[in-house]
């Protein structure tokens, strides 16, 4: 892996200008700084769409120039899980540097820049008590034993984070990794191996229903809260799919963005680094499953570009999305192209095929403190067993050092701008008018998408949600001798063209418009 530019615990971003120095992931206040000095330039729109119940708001940008919603857009969105704060920083400077460095690209397209839909959770990471929380501010009855809240996590050790414990018992499905002492693994009893522990999250049995940390002091997470395969009764889900105000108040906004045709969410699940994979028979069912064959090779295009683009390799990164979560609700209930991925990966070791192993030898080759290790503590719950507390430190595992996060900012912008100089791009060619007699012309054009992208998603040519290619002549009813007032299509393929032919009575002029707020449009006028 390519070595990181930036070294030193400060680096400095352009922000409207001036050198932003930022030694670790910013607060919700800064985060806020930022997003109020951005909507002061005028080429961005900053609104918010809601406050959570703890008061945090929920915001977007709107970055563009001209008619913003009549050009093809990307949506870049953060946050959507609270434990994952690079993924908020990498939407506010993919932001940043955009006004900042690449202003033409505003011209052609419009961007929507979602910077944090988990506020209430991310704020766990500045907290006295860190631990990688999901959920936003309800109360929820996680465990649905009639009492919210009940039962969350424990501080047994007073290092104010939330690690592991283990509790020693020959009947446990948990042995040392022979990878790493300090990694636990479940036994392989297929192979002989015996257990030696039973683990849990750092808590208390406080219910005493004989299960720890099974009802969190904390709500719903946003990316388990969406309606595509929504985890019913599963904890930190909902009642219900989008029963959260945030929730909510994206999918209304989003429905009112015709423009958007492609999604880039930095989140866990990862269809970038590597593709997603067809499957005939999922994609076949009434309830579609499987991503659609052209969407696939869309797919494999833009993961190719992205790997040359981004210097990281992912490490066993096979998280393709799971259930109610916001990258596939993008594509299999939106209908948009919708790439998601972590930003960020631990280098892989030679000889480590576990997660947690090959990220302690990375971190130990840098002289990273990033475990705590395994510590007797008494138990109430456990009073006559050794239980000791340890293991790796929350986040640590999914966002690196703020040193390091320049240069991942720098290359994700690259690729977000490769993906948009893809983008659909309607232009009409070959225009011919012949005159047929008695008044009468004969008009014939070319539609061409100059783009390696089609105008629709397989997914979206099949959706309500994404509208067509409309084509409209203005001549008036009783000049349009042949050829449709109104034609639509359902889409067009990467550099396809698609030839227009009308006839004309009369003299002077006629208006021919193409387009899609998602595709842009084109007009060309005709003189008869």
Do not use: C
């Not at 208006?511 to 008869?528: D, E, P, R, S, Y």
């Amino acid at each position: 892996m390519r070595k990181f530019l930036l070294t030193g615990l400060i680096f400095g971003a352009l922000l409207g200008g001036h050198a932003f120095a930022q030694g670790d992931y910013p607060t919700l206040s800064q985060v806020n700084q930022r997003l109020q000095k951005l909507g002061g330039n005028p080429s961005v729109e900053l609104k918010t769409l809601t406050q959570t119940l703890g008061g945090k708001d929920i915001q977007v940008l709107k970055i563009g120039k001209g008619n913003l919603d009549q050009k093809p857009a990307i949506a870049v969105v953060g946050g959507v899980e609270g434990f994952h704060v690079l993924s908020v920083e990498l939407a506010l400077q993919f932001a940043e540097k955009l006004i900042a460095e690449h202003s033409d690209a505003l011209e052609t397209t419009t961007f929507y820049v979602f910077p944090n839909m988990s506020p209430d959770a991310y704020e766990q990471y500045h907290a006295a008590l860190k631990y990688e929380r999901r959920g936003n501010a309800n109360s929820a009855d996680h465990d649905r034993d009639g009492t919210p809240n009940d039962n969350g996590y424990s501080d047994l050790n007073g290092d104010g984070m939330i690690t592991w414990m283990r509790v020693e018992d020959p009947m446990g499905d948990w042995t040392v990794s022979k990878e790493d002492e300090r990694v636990l693994v479940k036994a392989d009893r297929s192979k002989g191996e015996a257990g030696k522990y039973r683990v849990f999250k750092e808590s208390k049995d406080e219910d005493k229903d004989g299960k720890f940390a099974e009802d969190l002091k904390e709500g719903i997470a946003f990316n388990k809260n969406l309606t595509y395969k929504f985890p019913v009764f599963e904890p930190l889900a909902g009642d219900i799919a989008a029963s959260e105000k945030e929730t909510r108040a994206l999918l209304d906004y989003l429905f009112e963005q015709w423009n958007i045709f492609a999604f880039v969410t930095f989140s866990p699940a990862n269809n970038l680094s590597a593709p997603m994979k067809y499957n005939a028979g999922d994609a076949r069912k009434r309830v579609v499953t499987s991503i659609l064959e052209k969407d696939q090779a869309i797919n494999a295009m833009v993961s190719d570009i992205y790997t040359k683009t981004v210097s990281q390799k992912a490490f066993q990164q096979s998280n393709q999305g799971t259930d109610g979560d916001f990258f596939q609700w993008a594509y299999f209930h939106f209908a948009r192209l919708s790439f998601s991925t972590p930003g960020y990966w631990t280098p892989e070791f030679k000889g480590k095929t576990n997660a947690e192993a090959n990220y302690l030898a990375w971190a130990d080759s840098l002289g990273w403190d990033s475990f705590v290790p395994w510590t007797e503590v008494k138990h109430p719950d456990f009073p006559n067993q050794k239980v000791e507390v340890g293991g790796i430190k929350p986040f640590v595992m999914v966002n690196p050092p703020y040193e390091k996060v320049g240069e991942i900012a720098q290359e994700h912008t690259d690729f977000i701008l490769k993906l948009a100089a893809m983008q659909p791009k309607l232009e009409l060619h070959n225009l011919k008018t012949e005159a047929l007699g008695n008044g009468l012309t004969r008009i014939t054009v070319d539609l061409f998408n100059n783009a390696a992208l089609p105008t629709h998603s397989e997914m979206g040519a099949r959706s309500r949600w994404l509208r067509k290619i409309r084509i409209d002549i203005d001549a008036s009813g009783d000049k349009l001798i042949s050829g449709d007032k109104i034609k639509l299509l359902d889409s067009m393929g990467a550099y396809e063209k698609v030839t227009l032919s009308w006839i004309v009575r009369g003299s002077g002029n006629v208006n021919i418009k193409a387009g899609a707020a998602h595709t842009g449009f084109v007009t060309q006028t005709v003189k008869l």
